[in-house]
C-alpha cells in the first residue's frame, strides 16, 4: 500500500461499505427478481389458458347480480376542502344504488362537518358519524367509531350491510367497484383493489414517484402475494371486507377492529387476517372506453379505444418535504411498528413479512451506494489528476466483490426496465421513460423517510405515546382529470329510460365507425334534445343546468363583455347576493369559476346549458343592447302565450328548434302547425 495515515483509513472504510452493500443490493436483488419471475410466470400462464380455465368477469354478470346493502367508511380530519366534492362525486358516480356513506367526522372539526352535511343535504344516502372525543386522534380510532355508529345504524334501520368498504376524503372511487364486490361477497372475504395516483405533470418528480411505485407495486408485486402467500395487506383504501369478516375481526379485538397503536392500521389489519379462513384477493380488472387524447405530433385531439383498469384513483404529495412525511409514516407503521405481529405458521406470509421489513435496510443502503460511487468516481478523477497519488480501487477486477457488484448492476438495470414497464403500462410511453431518473429522486425521499421513521419511533418509545395522526393534505382534481372517472352517459341516460338500448347501441356503432360525442350522435339522430343531453352531463358534473333566455336579464350583459362571451362560450343568467351567475357548454372544459371570477373582477358560478343555447343567446342578447342592430320592442313567444293560443312546452320546443335554426319564431310556429297566419298577424299587428 502506497498511501497511509487517513486516506488508507477513508479507502479502507468505504471498501468494507462497498463489500456489505453488495451482499445487501445481492440479496434484495435476488429477492425481486424472483417477485418478477413469478408474475411473468402467471402472466403466461393467464395467456396461454385464458378461455378455457380463467374466464373474466362480464358486465351481464355484473348487472344481473341482486345489490346488496354496502357500507361505505370514510374518516375525515381538517378535510373541509374536499370531502364535500369526494361525497359529492362518489354518491353520484357510482353505478350503484343499495350503499351509504358514512362519514367520522370530530366535534371540534366544524368545517368539515358543515361540508358534510352539504353533501348529505343532496344525497340522503350520506350519513355522519361524530365521534365522542375532540380530535384528532388517529385513523384507526375514527374508523373503529365510524363501525359503532353503523352497527347503530343497522338496528335502527333493520338493515344488515354485507360488505364494508374502507375510502379516504381524497379517493376517487371506480363507478363499477360496488358491482364487483356484490359480485364477490360473500364467496370472497377481503377484497383490495389497485390504488393508482392520478395524473400530474411532469414536473413534479415527487408526484411522478408515486406513479412509478404504485404502478409497479400494484401492477405485480400484490398479485404475486396473492398468489405465494393467499393473503393480502390492506392499502387503507379500496379495500372491501365482508360481513363475516367484520364479525371475525370484532370478536378478535373486543369491537376495536383497527389497531389504534398504530399508523398503519391497514396493513395490520390485513396481518390479521392471516388467521382467518376465506378467500381474499387483489382484484385486477380493465375495460375499456373512447376517449379523446391529444396528438403526439400535430394539434388538436383523436379519439382512442383506452384501457383503464378499475382501481381507485388519488393524488399524492407533490413536494419532498410532504411525500417524506408521508412515507415516515408509512415505513413507521410497517417496518417498525408491524414488528408487534411477530411472524406466521406460514412461509408464504413470512417470506412478504420479510419484504415488507427489509425496506428498514434497502432505503437506508440505497444512499449509502450513492456515497460510494461519488467516491469511487473521485478516487477515479483524483488519479488522473495526480497519476502519483495511486489510491486503489476498492475492488480489484479479479475479486470476488467486484464480480458480484457486476451482477448487481444487472440486476439493477433489470429493477429500472422493470419499472418503466409498469409506469408505461398504467399511464403512458412518456411516463415510462421518466420513471428512470425519477427512480433515483425516490431512493432520497425513501432515505429521508427511513431517517425520520427511525427518529419518531424511538421517540414514541420513549414517551410511551400513541403515534398522532399526521395526515397529508389533500387536493382534489380538476374538471377535466374528473371525466374518466365518472359513469359512462350511456349508462346514465339509460338508467332515467330517456333511450332505450337499441338506440344506445346503434349510437355505440356510429362512434365506433366516425368517432365524435355520442351526446352529439344522439342529437344527430333526433333521439334527443341536446338539452336533454346537457341535463344528464349536469348531474354528472354536480351542477345545474340552465336554458337561456338571452332577453331576460339586459342589465347582465353589462357584466360581461361581448369578447369575452364568444371566447369562453359564456352568457351571464343571474346575479344573486353579488355572485354573477355564467351559463356555460357543457362538455367543454372552459377556464375555471376561479380563473373566470378573477377575469370579471367578481365572484362566478357555473350552470351548464347547451353549445346551441350558447351561440343563440351571445347573438341575440348582445345584437338587442347594440344600437346598430334593429329589433321587436316586445316578444311574440309570451303575447301568444299571454293569448292562450299557445302553451309553454309548445312555446318551449319552438324556442329549442329556433336557437338551431336561427328563423323567426312566427315561422316556426306556422310549421309547427301551432298557429294559423291569421293568427300571427292579428298578434304581430297588436304590438305596442
Known sequence: MEFLGIDYWVWYSFRVLFIVLVVVFLISGLDDLFMDLVHYGRLLYRKLFRGRYIKPVTREQLAAAPEKPIAIMIPAWDESSVIQRMLLNTAGAIDYKNFHIFVGVYPNDEATLLEAEKAREVFPNIDIVVTPADGPTNKADCLNWIYQGIRIFEKERRINFEAFVMHDAEDIVHPLWLKFINHLVPRVDFIQLPVFPLETPWRQVVAGVYKDEFAESHTKDMRAREVLAATLPSAGVGTALSKRTMEWLASKRKNQIFDIDSLTEDYLLGLLLNE??????????WIEFRQKKKRWFGRGEKEAVVRQ??????????????SVRQKSRWILGIALQGWRAGWTRSLGANYFLYRDRKALVTNLAVVMGYAVALYWAGVIAYNAWRPEAGIPPLVEPGEVWFKLGMVVLGLFGWRIVNRMYATATIYNVFEGLLAAPRLLVGNVVNFC????????????RISGKAPAWGKTEHAWPSEAQMRAYRRKLGDLLMERRMITADQLEEALAVQQREGGMLGEILVKQGVLWEEDIVD???SQEHKQSVEIDPYARRDLLELVPREYAMEHRVFPVDLVDGVLVLARQAGTEGVSEDAMSGLLGRKVIYRLTAGADIDFAIRRGY???DP?????GSRLGERLLHEGLITTDQLKEALRRQKRTDQRLGDILLEMNLVTQDQLDACLKREP
Do not use: C, N
Not at 376465506?278 to 382484484?283: C, H, N, P, V
Not at 423517510?449 to 414514541?460: D, L, N, S, W
Open 276 to 285: 382467518m379462513p376465506g378467500k381474499k384477493i387483489f382484484l385486477q380488472q
Open 309 to 322: 383498469p378499475v382501481a381507485t384513483r388519488e393524488f399524492f404529495p407533490h413536494t419532498f418535504r410532504a
Open 449 to 460: 423517510a427511513t431517517v425520520m421513521a427511525i427518529y419518531r419511533f424511538a421517540q414514541a
Open 536 to 538: 344528464v352531463v349536469a
Open 623 to 625: 345584437d338587442r343592447i
Open 628 to 632: 346598430s342592430v334593429r329589433h321587436p
